[in-house]
C-alpha cells in the first residue's frame, strides 16, 4: 500500500526533550508560518497510529466484551470496549492536563485579558 504521505515522520526519531516540548514539530510550523500549509508538507502516520493498526486493537477489545456478555447474559457494551482499548491513555493525558490548567492557570498566561 503506497504512504499517503511519504515525509518520514520525525516523531520517530525525536528525543525526549523534543517529544516533550513538541519540537518535532518545528519545521511544520517554520513552513505553515510561511505559507499555506499543503498535502505534500504533511508527514507519514507512525504505524501505532495507522487505522489498520488502531482497528485491530479495538476489535481485541470488543470481541472479549462480547464474550463477556454472553457469559453474563447481557447486551455486550462498545462503550466499555472503547475504555478498556483506550482509557488508560486518556486518563494519564486527562491528569497531566488537569495538573498544568492547575499548575499554569489561564489567567496569569493572559493578564490583559483577565485584568479587573
Not at 66 to 81: G, I, T, Y
Request: hydrophobic share 40%; proline share 8%.
Amino acid at each position: 500500500m503506497p504512504l499517503l504521505y511519504p515525509k518520514p515522520n520525525p516523531l520517530q526519531k525525536a528525543n525526549l526533550c523534543s517529544r516533550l516540548f513538541f519540537w518535532w514539530l518545528n519545521p511544520l510550523f517554520k513552513i505553515g508560518h510561511k505559507r499555506k500549509l499543503e498535502e505534500d508538507d504533511m508527514y507519514s502516520v507512525l504505524p501505532e497510529d495507522r487505522s489498520q493498526h488502531l482497528g485491530e486493537e479495538l476489535q481485541g477489545y470488543w470481541d472479549q466484551e462480547v464474550l463477556r456478555a454472553q457469559k453474563d447474559a447481557r447486551e455486550p457494551s462498545l462503550m466499555k470496549a472503547i475504555v478498556k482499548c483506550y482509557g488508560k491513555s486518556y486518563l494519564v493525558l486527562g491528569m497531566l492536563t488537569f495538573l498544568e490548567v492547575k499548575a499554569f492557570p489561564y489567567r496569569n498566561m493572559c493578564p490583559v485579558v483577565w485584568r479587573k
